[in-house]
């Protein structure tokens, strides 16, 4: 009898257990980020320019990400500066190719280093990417050309069209229209999603 009692306490003490291990979410392969830099702006839904290491005179650095298979999820860019998280700005996917980007308003006198990390609804980090800001710094890297930006986006009216995500944090503003942001006040993330 006294085991019985033992077993039935053991399996009532592990049951919660076994449940929150359920419900943890195991990433999927296929969930990714496809292409991911910081730029000076953002055209055409895709950026500009590559930053590396930027000058104070840049004032806005935009993030963006071209996201893969992770539709129906909520993904978030975490802005971190030296070490520190400044802003988190989150994304509702929206379908299997998904690109987005948030804004940060950056002082002459932040000077150190940056950094977004990609982060799903669960937590798991999918991408981090680093950039320096300090004094004497280029204003901008060389163009690069996205790896797989083509015709196929000029003809898919669904590219054309926006979704907007929205920051947590004091003075976030969502894009007015597809693809157009919104100024928001100084220090505050802008933020930007559309489907491809």
């Excluded at 296929?30 to 004032?59: C, K, Y």
Aim: charged share 20%.
């Amino acid at each position: 009898m006294r085991r019985l009692q033992w077993l039935t306490m053991l399996v009532l003490s592990l049951g919660p257990l076994c449940l929150a291990a359920e419900e943890q979410v195991v990433p999927d392969p296929e969930w990714q980020v496809a292409r991911a830099q910081f730029t000076s702006g953002i055209r055409n839904r895709e950026p500009i320019d590559r930053l590396v290491v930027a000058s104070p005179l840049i004032r806005e650095v935009y993030f963006f990400t071209d996201l893969r298979h992770l539709q129906g999820r909520t993904v978030m860019h975490r802005w971190m500066y030296n070490g520190q998280v400044v802003s988190q700005v989150p994304f509702e996917v929206g379908g299997p190719r998904w690109r987005v980007n948030s804004k940060k308003e950056i002082d002459p006198d932040q000077v150190g280093e940056w950094s977004v990390t990609v982060v799903d609804q669960s937590g798991w980090p999918l991408y981090t990417e680093l950039f320096r800001y300090e004094n004497g710094a280029p204003l901008v890297q060389p163009s690069v050309a996205p790896e797989d930006a083509g015709e196929d986006d000029a003809a898919d009216p669904a590219a054309q069209s926006g979704s907007s995500g929205q920051s947590v944090g004091p003075g976030a503003s969502a894009p007015a229209e597809p693809d157009q942001s919104v100024a928001p006040p100084s220090g505050a993330p802008a933020v930007s999603g559309a489907p491809d």
